[in-house]
């Protein structure tokens, strides 16, 4: 029987050990952490569950092909609850606009905030659905390992006039800031700037329509344990709390790992779902392979990071939905302190998560969960305090801005609260400067640009996750999986 490793619990790496494990490769998951989720890590505090992140689940169908391949249902392991309204944008100014894929009150949303932009819009989603066709149904789970097949996807990214932003195409076909806002904001959830993400992303737009949004019964974190539960029922082994320290290899091939408890094991092949710096420079630093691709990747642009907020507070809010974003009033300003500039400003744009409300179990009863996340520049750009006082200002100045916009008394009423900065995405993910989505989505680092599935050099040593093709977010990394998948059993065969 052939055999594999994967490095990394994350979604990607247990949706690849899934997929390897069903078609009979006898694969072991080995994660760092104490528990399996990568970004989806959580925390029990209190009485209250907290879910590292991410939070929002979109396109269910390409989570239910995982228990298809053994003829079970996602239903047997995760209660998928439906979301609504998907969002709830806020501005400074009062104005609410509750995104959802209900057309006619949606419509009805526009008409109140943008009466002449509803032929635009209706533009912007016939262009979303055919980058959603082309770059997602046709493109999002296949590998691009060489310019070639960059060269033949060519055609259709030209189409749709790739090389803009998804900023400007919503301002191509709407006139409104804030509709303009409320079209481009969803590439933040993917590390993307939207003024310089490759309008391709427009396509997110769709994929939430189609499918939804969705929240795990228990949490994201449920969504993880569904995972570790339908692999180890497939025979597949997960140890954790035990880091990778070295891929092993012989010439250009890998042979297997060993870890910091000095166990090691032999693979025919082995994938990392781990950062891709960590990976090339340190799991692989004693390899010629490793120090060149960790060289190239330091000339790279990398996503930023987050700085989150968890709390649990006293009473219920069924008027605040499940998930908020509260703009700040700069849109472009802030991105460019963000993107460009490393400078962490005084004002915010905000995603609150309140998962309470749709499932009462993540607080104990007559008690709410959130948490807010504030897009910040990563590790290499902002160079401040994270770890002393101000990182525990910036916590105090954005939970004020939670109150000015929702709960005037929220500080009366926090019973628990933490936070998750840079530096923690550093030490705990091994992520890169901290970034929180790897490398940024921009078109020159997109498909064959971004890092392949499989390395070019060692040809049994493999990719998923964040910084493969095709990115960021549950979708994009579980699209990455079968990538990934495809490959290995191609070459295991």
């Not at 992303?201 to 449920?222: C, D, M, P, Q, S």
Request: hydrophobic content about 40%; glycine content about 10%.
């Amino acid at each position: 029987m052939k055999t594999a490793i994967v490095i990394g619990a994350g979604f990607g790496g247990l949706a690849l050990g899934i997929r390897l494990q069903s078609a009979g490769i006898q694969t072991t998951i080995v994660e760092a952490r104490d528990k399996a989720g990568g970004r989806g890590y959580h925390w029990n505090r209190q009485g209250f569950t907290f879910d590292a992140g991410p939070t929002v689940i979109t396109d269910p169908p390409c989570l239910e092909e995982l228990w298809a391949l053994s003829g079970s249902k996602i239903a047997d392991d995760v209660d998928l609850m439906p979301v609504k309204p998907f969002y709830r944008l806020n501005w400074p100014d009062g104005t609410n606009y509750d995104y959802a894929n209900d057309e006619e009150a949606l419509r009805e949303e526009i008409r109140k905030i943008a009466p002449d932009d509803l032929d635009g819009y209706e533009k912007f989603q016939e262009y979303s659905r055919g980058v959603e066709r082309e770059g997602y149904q046709k493109l999002g789970s296949v590998a691009f390992l060489s310019i070639l097949s960059m060269l033949k996807a060519a055609p259709a990214l030209a189409r749709y006039q790739a090389w803009r932003s998804v900023y400007s195409i919503a301002s191509k076909y709407v006139k409104n800031d804030k509709l303009r806002q409320a079209l481009s904001f969803q590439t933040l959830l993917v590390g993307g700037n939207p003024m310089t993400t490759s309008s391709i992303y427009a396509l997110i737009h769709t994929i939430e329509k189609r499918g939804g949004v969705w929240f795990a019964r228990g949490g994201t974190n449920k969504l993880v344990s569904g995972m570790v539960a339908l692999f180890e029922r497939l025979g597949g082994t997960l140890r954790l709390n035990d880091p990778v320290e070295e891929i092993e290899m012989q010439g250009n091939r890998a042979t297997g790992v060993r870890t910091a408890s000095g166990w090691q094991q032999s693979a025919d092949a082995v994938a990392t779902n781990g950062d891709l710096m960590h990976s090339y420079a340190k799991l692989l630093g004693n390899h010629p392979r490793g120090k060149s691709a960790a060289k190239s990747l330091k000339r790279k642009r990398w996503s930023p990071s987050l700085f989150v907020v968890h709390f649990g507070v006293k009473g219920t809010f069924p008027e605040i939905p499940h998930h908020m974003i509260l703009f700040g009033p700069r849109y472009k300003g802030l991105l460019d302190d963000i993107y460009k500039n490393g400078r962490v400003p005084e004002d915010f744009s905000l995603y609150l998560h309140h998962p309470s409300v749709t499932d009462a179990s993540m607080a104990p009863e007559g008690y709410s969960t959130f948490y807010v996340l504030a897009p910040v520049a990563h590790l290499g750009k902002a160079k401040v305090d994270w770890d002393g006082d101000f990182g525990k200002q910036f916590a105090e100045n954005i939970l004020e801005e939670v109150a000015q916009r929702l709960m005037p008394d929220l500080k009366e009423r926090i019973v628990t609260q933490f936070h998750y900065a840079p530096t923690d995405f550093g030490r705990d993910l091994s992520a890169n400067l901290g970034s929180a989505f790897s490398l940024e989505p921009v078109l020159w680092q997109s498909a064959w640009f971004r890092a392949h599935n499989r390395d070019d050099v060692i040809d049994n040593l493999y990719f998923v996750g964040a910084g493969t093709h095709p990115g960021a977010g549950i979708p994009g990394v579980v699209g990455s999986a079968k990538a990934t998948a495809a490959l290995m059993l191609e070459d295991l065969a």
